[in-house]
């Protein structure tokens, strides 16, 4: 049964380009989370979807940030026109039900974005 | 706003040591505490995960505790060995979607 499954685990771009993270969750869980480490900081959480539906956003910077989660394939992040500011480590985790019943959420390797 | 605090952020003891790592919050209403490792350049692995109506957890050699009037939780770990040198996270699941980090212990365990 394979865990979180994140890629690319590196990706390297220049300023102004644009980054895809993909995430499939562990087999049987319905509900995404992303959230980014900065360097030096704690994780923070970014968004949380089901299958076609983005439940909370709160935590996704208002421009050039986008995540969708559909019915077939992988979850993707993606940042557009991207900044050195944006580089940071993007985790991915999942879970069977919604966090809120107290199950354990799994976390995927993490993408680790570097903006040149 | 929820705000986890850890200290201290590194710790270094020798091989065999019990230490023990701590976890303050702010905000008591709580679904449930989680302490997670994370190895450099890796992803996090679940420890343990305490409900709010719990007190404390076990697995081998960890025990987490919680008290949610005093805001803090503590990670307990018995005869540390090398291999436990890594990065320890709690984490508290509010009535949010998220989950709310701190900023992690970056535990050194001495041969």
């Known amino acids: 049964n394979a865990g979180v499954m994140q890629n690319p685990r590196h990706l390297v771009r220049r300023r102004g380009q644009e980054a895809r993270l993909r995430c499939s969750p562990m087999k049987g869980h319905s509900h995404v989370y992303w959230y980014r480490q900065l360097p030096e900081e704690g994780l923070k959480f970014m968004v949380y979807?089901?299958?076609?539906?983005?439940?909370?956003e709160s935590g996704m910077p208002k421009e050039r940030f986008s995540a969708e989660f559909p019915k077939e394939g992988p979850s993707i992040l993606r940042i557009q026109q991207v900044v050195r500011g944006d580089s940071a480590a993007y985790f991915c985790a999942s879970s069977p039900l919604g966090t809120a019943t107290g199950n354990t959420i799994y976390f995927g390797e993490g993408s680790w974005l570097t903006v040149v | 706003k929820q705000e986890v605090t850890q200290i201290p952020a590194a710790l270094s003891v020798p091989e065999g040591e019990n230490l023990v790592l701590n976890c303050s919050f702010t905000?008591?209403?709580?679904?449930?505490l989680q302490w997670f490792r994370q190895d450099p350049g890796k992803g996090l692995t679940s420890l343990l995960l305490?409900?709010?109506?719990?007190r404390e957890q076990t697995s081998g050699r960890l025990n987490a505790s919680l008290d949610k009037s005093s805001g803090r939780s503590t990670l307990y770990i018995a005869a540390s060995q090398p291999g436990d040198s890594a990065t320890y996270l709690c984490?508290?699941?509010?009535?949010?979607?998220?989950?709310?980090f701190g900023t992690g212990t970056r535990l050194t365990v001495i041969p």
């Open positions: 305490i409900q709010s109506s719990q």
């Open positions: 905000d008591s209403a709580i679904y449930n």
């Open positions: 979807l089901q299958k076609e539906n983005i439940i909370d």
């Open positions: 984490a508290l699941k509010t009535g949010a979607n998220n989950l709310f």
